[in-house]
């Protein structure tokens, strides 16, 4: 059993800056593959940045690409999300992922809002 606990989410300006955390319990985070994803008002979740057991790929949506940074330390078992240049698109509650096992959990999520 994996679970995963957001933070870092809050209400920034349009071009400002957030970093998001998600906290991994049990020993199985640098066997896991780790993701965000989010999920806007009346939409779909959508995903948003991937990274592989190692660290060494990572995976962006287009719409995040260049502005995104997704990284982990596997010693603290966190996941993090670099989020900078933010638009108000970028608004959403953003949930962390973890592929384990052939299971796939989620934290609870955490809210984003940019204002224009």
């Known amino acids: 059993q994996v679970q995963l606990v957001e933070s870092g989410g809050g209400l920034v300006q349009a071009g400002g800056s957030l970093r998001l955390s998600c906290a991994a319990s049990?020993?199985?985070?640098?066997?896991?593959?780790m993701g965000w994803f989010r999920q806007a008002p009346g939409k779909e979740r959508e995903f948003v940045a991937a990274?592989?057991?190692?660290?060494?790929?990572?995976y962006y949506a287009d719409s995040v690409k260049g502005r995104f940074t997704i990284s982990r330390d596997n010693a603290k078992s966190t996941v993090y999300l670099q989020m900078n240049s933010l638009k108000p698109e970028d608004t959403a509650v953003y949930y962390c992922?973890?592929?384990?096992?052939?299971?796939?959990?989620w934290g609870q999520g955490t809210q984003v809002t940019v204002s224009s």
């Open positions: 992922n973890a592929i384990y096992g052939g299971s796939t959990y």
């Open positions: 049990g020993r199985t985070f640098a066997s896991s593959a």
């Open positions: 990274i592989r057991r190692s660290g060494g790929n990572t």
